[in-house]
């Protein structure tokens, strides 16, 4: 029986988390053969998947202990029965695809089950998320693929329709990306505020050149603005802009504009490129 009271949680999840720790729990007992975890932060929903694969494979009584020799495999990540891709890393490749549909042809290696993670899976690109879907035809009993992505609407709808879906808690405003170093998102996203406020600054205010790993944090910190707004608040710059539009259409144009974004990011346009788009289609939607 997993108790809410323990802390820190195995594998790291977060407190805040402790109510969709205990409905995984119940879930890991007759676990759906795909299932997708959306909300928290990045960090947040890894740490449930890594919880989930330890649930499975731990054999300690009140399973995941943490101490044992699988769950050391597992955080190590280095556990055979593992299959883990992290698109917030780099682009999960139709190859990484196709070798995990062969592999998900063959029973686990172990007396648990084969857990497949895709970590930021918004990142697969279209051949790829063609090759897992047809992984997810046709496993053996024994392996299961847990998605990771902030809002399911950023995934294929076909792998949505084919998989179970958890909520995490949103993200709040204490959780915002921390300030400071090379990649420091924050001076864009104010002068990204700054333009849909005004109409002004966007284009004579920014200088320098974006790193593909700034403007990735971009659009996370508006994927978290946008998903507070979809939870009702209305305490971020954007999450108030959406509020004050008016119109109900505007945040799921701009959750489409973003997961275009991203994708752009992965095919490597250049990501100022990216951001002038995204701050020019969304000036459009977003003025007073």
């Known amino acids: 029986m997993l108790s809410t009271t323990e ?22 007992r007759a676990i759906p053969q795909a299932l997708i975890l959306e909300g928290g932060t990045a960090g947040e929903r890894a740490a449930m998947a890594m919880w989930l694969a330890a649930r499975l494979n731990c054999r300690d009584a009140s399973p995941p202990c943490g101490r044992c020799p699988v769950c050391i495999q597992l955080r190590d990540k280095v556990f055979l029965d593992l299959q883990y891709f992290d698109g917030g890393v780099e682009t999960i490749k139709v190859a990484d695809m196709r070798e995990v549909r062969a592999l998900v042809g063959e029973p686990p290696r172990g007396s648990g089950w084969r857990v497949v993670i895709l970590a930021e899976a918004q990142g697969l690109t279209d051949e790829a998320a063609n090759a897992l879907l047809k992984a997810m035809e046709e496993p053996r009993p024994g392996n299961v693929f847990v998605l990771l992505s902030p809002q399911r ?8 329709s084919r998989s179970f879906v958890m909520t995490l808690a949103w993200p709040d405003a204490a959780m915002a990306l921390p300030a400071g170093g090379e990649d420091d998102p924050w001076p864009l996203i104010d002068a990204l505020h700054q333009f849909w406020r005004s109409g002004r600054g966007w284009f004579t205010g920014v200088k320098g050149r974006p790193t593909r790993l700034t403007a990735e944090r971009v659009l996370t910190e508006l994927s978290r603005e946008l998903a507070a707004f979809l939870a009702g608040r209305v305490d971020t710059p954007l999450a108030g802009r959406l509020a004050a539009c008016g119109d109900p259409d505007v945040p799921r144009r701009l959750d489409l504009l973003l997961a275009e974004c991203q994708e752009a990011l992965i095919a490597t346009v250049n990501p100022a490129m990216v951001l002038d788009r995204l701050a020019t289609r969304a000036y459009l939607w977003l003025r007073g």
Do not use: I, W
Request: glycine share 6%.
């Open 153 to 160: 609407e950023r995934l294929f709808p076909t792998l949505v």
């Open 7 to 28: 802390a820190p949680f195995p594998f790291g999840v977060s407190e805040r988390q402790a109510h969709v720790l205990t409905g995984l729990d119940a879930l890991a």
